[in-house]
């Protein structure tokens, strides 16, 4: 990846530890001269924006941005507005240079420790310096807000990690560098956690050991009664604070999920009745407690999620263990693990492989989706056969158009689906609603609930226009859901769309990847013609299908069930998926 570093101080030590830190993605960047940041920022046509970068960091220093922050250093009075003012300058000069990247990371504003040694005066209302910090952060998180290519970092973090040495005032004296390499190692490494966020190589997965992982001791021998969980022991609490924080991931939408050796009756028993335990069955996605091979575990428990092996994290006390997986499977991350109980939160929060760029109410109710998974599919071999199974599940597809409330799950959605996905191609927020933006292209956002609960927004489709035809671009969906007609529905409402307007053919172009081939086989079944090995097209003087097992709905509450033979619902109603249409 190309990334542009702005700054007011020497970064070189910044650049050269993007380039050197072994996670991927794998950094080119290039660094404009120190201190024409207002320049760069602002100068479409200066030279370093001629290739577009994949990423700029903007990285400032208060007082040399805003001018009054620096009368306040002299000690000298500052009006309140006019500090505010010159933020907003600032920020509107971000928001005009995130036009030109997919993503713009702009990381707080600090000050040396030694310029807050005011004690009672530090947080003066009238000429605090801590005070005005705080101020200026708030106020520029506020403007920016909402802004979808640009992503402000906490740099207060890097300095507490990197500790007393973290301002130099040696370094900037003799090469204008602002900070220890720790500081910059550290920012490193924050930020290619955040592009493989924005990338979707986020893990989304955590694979956890039962016994001194969840609880001390082996509840195979003690029962439930006698692990160590809880109460006033240093390790005990220590567990419940790890659990506690597992949950908190998996509120984030992180799945969490059980590999053990154990037998399966003793240690769902334990999760069920002890009552130190945070987390209960209903917390985890899916689970393999037996005397199997952990890594034939953890392959069989990852394809019944129909996720990748690469999405997961595996934690273990037993370095045997972990050695053992970690040689089967070097495609997962397993790390290593302290042998005091008492560090597991802080090993657990030091992670970076789960960051994201949002958090969405779908994202919350991941667990809870995964759970209503289990229940439909443990109803499914009650029925003869799959139409008689797919008829009582009574599925409501809903269809809204691409707006600014579902657009981070799109995104999300769009970067981190593989296996249903026509092209595989990812873009940030800002990217896809500029795409979508042409007056000739349709997008669409899925919803899928059933008689379980609500499977949330689950499948995207974009459509091209141009002429007589009509392309597919984006036809993704998530793999929880694949085989229940969804796909179905949705070329459904691409093909009226087109119909809609006089479209004569609608195509779709498989773009082969190693993990898409679902996808294909899907197309190949689709009814569609196949063209030249990986190009699909529908005639769209034929109505497509809609099953009868799925009850299709618009954002304007007009509903769809299957059509009769030779009439279009959406034509005789005059109606259309979206306002586009």
């Given at each position: 990846m190309r990334g542009l570093l702005i700054s007011d101080f020497n970064i070189e030590n910044l650049s050269s530890y993007l380039k050197k830190e072994p996670n991927a993605p794998a950094i080119d960047s290039v660094i404009t001269c120190y201190g024409e940041v207002f320049q760069t920022l602002l100068d479409d046509a200066a030279p370093c924006w001629s290739e577009r970068p994949d990423f700029v960091v903007a990285w400032t220093r208060p007082e040399s941005v805003l001018e009054a922050f620096r009368k306040l250093l002299d000690c000298c009075s500052v009006n309140e507005k006019d500090l505010n003012a010159q933020v907003d300058t600032f920020s509107a000069a971000l928001r005009q240079a995130s036009k030109r990247t997919r993503a713009l990371f702009v990381p707080t504003w600090v000050i040396p420790p030694f310029h807050q040694t005011h004690g009672l005066l530090d947080l003066s209302p009238t000429c605090g310096v801590a005070r005005a910090l705080m101020q200026i952060n708030r106020r520029l998180l506020e403007t920016l807000e909402g802004v979808p290519a640009v992503y402000p970092l906490w740099t207060e973090k890097w300095i507490q990690l990197a500790g007393p040495t973290a301002f130099n005032q040696r370094l900037w004296y003799l090469g204008k560098i602002r900070f220890s390499n720790d500081v910059f190692k550290t920012a490193a490494r924050d930020l290619k956690a955040g592009l493989r966020g924005l990338g979707g190589q986020a893990k989304k997965v955590i694979i956890l050991d039962l016994d001194d992982v969840l609880w001390g001791g082996t509840v195979g021998e003690t029962g439930w009664q006698g692990i160590t969980l809880g109460g006033h022991d240093p390790s005990g609490e220590a567990f419940v604070d790890f659990q506690r924080d597992l949950k908190a991931l998996s509120r984030r939408g992180i799945l969490l999920a059980i590999v053990s050796k154990n037998e399966e009756t003793v240690a769902i028993e334990a999760i069920a009745k002890h009552p130190?335990?945070?987390?209960?069955?209903?917390?985890?996605?899916?689970?393999?407690?037996?005397?199997?091979?952990?890594?034939?575990?953890?392959?069989?428990?990852?394809?019944?999620?129909?996720?990748?092996?690469?999405?997961?994290?595996?934690?273990?006390?037993?370095?045997?263990?972990?050695?053992?997986?970690?040689?089967?499977?070097?495609?997962?991350?397993?790390?290593?693990?302290?042998?005091?109980?008492?560090?597991?939160?802080?090993?657990?929060?030091?992670?970076?492989?789960?960051?994201?760029?949002?958090?969405?109410?779908?994202?919350?109710?991941?667990?809870?989706?995964?759970?209503?998974?289990?229940?439909?599919?443990?109803?499914?071999?009650?029925?003869?056969?799959?139409?008689?199974?797919?008829?009582?599940?009574?599925?409501?597809?809903?269809?809204?158009?691409?707006?600014?409330?579902?657009?981070?799950?799109?995104?999300?959605?769009?970067?981190?689906?593989?296996?249903?996905?026509?092209?595989?191609?990812?873009?940030?927020?800002?990217?896809?609603?500029?795409?979508?933006?042409?007056?000739?292209?349709?997008?669409?956002?899925?919803?899928?609930?059933?008689k379980f609960g609500d499977s949330g927004l689950i499948g995207i489709l974009s459509l091209e226009l141009d002429g007589s035809q009509a392309r597919i671009i984006d036809f993704v969906l998530s793999c929880r859901v694949i085989g229940r007609k969804i796909e179905e529905a949705m070329l459904f409402v691409a093909i009226d769309c087109a119909r809609t307007v006089g479209i004569q053919e609608v195509n779709a172009t498989y773009c082969r990847t190693p993990k898409n081939k679902p996808c294909y086989a899907f197309f190949q079944r689709s009814g569609m013609t196949c063209r030249d090995g990986n190009t699909f097209v529908w005639d769209a003087a034929q109505m497509y299908p809609l099953h009868s097992a799925i009850r299709l709905v618009c954002e304007d509450d007009r509903t769809f069930e299957k059509s009769p033979v030779g009439v279009n619902p959406f034509t005789v109603n005059h109606a259309s998926p979206s306002n586009n249409c």
């Open positions: 130190e335990m945070v987390l209960k069955m209903d917390d985890f996605a899916g689970w393999r407690i037996n005397w199997q091979d952990k890594a034939a575990n953890i392959i069989d428990l990852m394809a019944e999620l129909k996720l990748g092996v690469e999405s997961a994290v595996f934690i273990d006390d037993s370095p045997v263990e972990r050695a053992r997986v970690r040689e089967a499977l070097p495609q997962l991350f397993v790390p290593e693990w302290p042998s005091d109980k008492r560090l597991y939160t802080e090993a657990l929060l030091s992670l970076d492989c789960f960051d994201r760029p949002s958090l969405t109410d779908d994202d919350r109710q991941r667990v809870r989706m995964y759970a209503v998974d289990r229940a439909r599919k443990e109803s499914q071999p009650q029925l003869n056969n799959l139409e008689e199974w797919l008829a009582t599940l009574k599925t409501t597809v809903t269809v809204e158009e691409l707006n600014q409330s579902n657009l981070p799950r799109v995104a999300q959605l769009l970067n981190k689906t593989n296996q249903m996905n026509l092209s595989t191609r990812r873009m940030s927020e800002a990217d896809l609603h500029m795409w979508a933006s042409e007056k000739d292209r349709r997008t669409w956002a899925f919803r899928v609930s059933d």
